[in-house]
């Protein structure tokens, strides 16, 4: 068997000359050889016809052993070798088959490496993913990104969206640690977290935007949102990690995409249904129908403060500089 895990093929006359057979073959042809040799030397009498009947039935011998031999390690190699080849080859399919299996279940189809700029091949897998999709679960943090890639997306899906809560002090400092890590020793803080209480109100108006794109966007509003953001489709779900401490530096985050008949698809999905029966969580839905009043009343209750005419054409303003500046980066059709 070689080292890449297949057997070897040899031809039958190949190995009887590595065998103690090929040894003997060889013995008789030499010493039929030395008889006929010797005889030609000798006068004619009995000397001479003795090693000539010798020499001409060690030849004998020596081609009907050759040619039985033969044809008995072929018959050996087909009776013996080919059922080891079989049973070779159906043991590393199943081997192949069964890693194949906890390659699905435990590790990502594609790992995209945090990157300060938008990374093109990350956005086109997802933008194909989201057009495929008739389900799009998204937890993050403010939903900025998820209501760019619905308006840039002609397809109509099934949304549910778990946002992070601006009342919570907590459920802004880990995303402003994030932040922090980012911008380095001259990061302010405090400055970091009032754009991230911006950043929640301009996703909540891109969310209200995007709701014509969709059959209906339940919203879910939650105080300790996990860091790490996840976007679920029917197919195969992508988890961010802004807990991860590599690449911390970087504003965009190392991304993995898990198949569907994986162990992290399974878990994400029921961890959304776990926050969508949350009694303590705060919910609303945005439908086609859904009137600016009804949104402005949601909005007061969410971010605790009310929302007028100047302000909302001000965030709407605001999302729509964010969408075509990240569409543009990103390489996205507008």
């Not at 990502?108 to 989201?130: C, G, K, Q, W, Y």
């Not at 009342?167 to 380095?184: D, K, L, P």
Request: proline share 4%; hydrophobic share 45%; aromatic share 10%.
């Amino acid at each position: 068997m070689s080292a890449d895990g297949t057997v070897r093929r040899t031809h039958p006359i190949q190995e009887m000359f590595w065998t103690r057979t090929g040894l003997l073959l060889v013995v008789l042809l030499v010493v039929s050889g030395l008889s006929m040799w010797v005889s030609n030397e000798l006068a004619p009498g009995l000397g001479r016809n003795l090693l000539t009947a010798l020499g001409t039935g060690t030849l004998v011998s020596a081609v009907v052993g050759f040619g039985q031999t033969l044809i008995t390690a072929s018959a050996a190699q087909r009776a013996m070798l080919t059922p080891v080849i079989e049973e070779s080859r159906k043991a590393l399919r199943e081997l192949s088959a069964e890693y194949r299996s906890l390659n699905q279940e435990f590790f990502p189809t594609h790992v995209f490496e945090a990157s300060t700029e938008p990374d093109r091949a990350f956005n086109a897998l997802i933008m194909s993913d989201l057009r495929q999709t008739r389900q799009l679960w998204f937890r993050g943090f403010s939903g900025r990104y998820a209501a760019a890639r619905m308006l840039l997306s002609p397809a109509q899906w099934e949304v549910r969206a778990v946002l992070a809560d601006p009342r919570e002090r907590g459920a802004i400092s880990g995303r402003a640690r994030h932040q922090a890590r980012h911008q380095g020793a001259s990061a302010d803080f405090e400055k970091i977290q009032l754009a991230l209480h911006e950043e929640i109100r301009i996703g909540l108006v891109g969310l209200y935007l995007a709701r014509a794109r969709c059959a209906g966007i339940d919203v879910t509003v939650i105080a300790d949102p996990p860091l790490d953001r996840v976007e679920l489709f029917d197919d195969c779900v992508w988890i961010t990690l802004y807990s991860a401490v590599a690449g911390a530096p970087s504003l965009y985050p190392r991304t993995l995409r898990f198949s569907e008949g994986s162990f992290i698809y399974d878990m994400q999905r029921a961890e959304f249904a776990r926050v969508h029966a949350a009694r303590e969580a705060h919910r609303f839905v945005l439908t086609p129908d859904t009137s600016r009043a009804e949104f402005c009343a949601h909005f007061a209750t969410i971010t605790g403060s009310s929302l007028s005419e100047a302000e909302f054409l001000d965030l709407e303003a605001k999302f729509h500089q964010f969408r075509h500046e990240f569409s543009t980066k990103a390489e996205l059709e507008s």
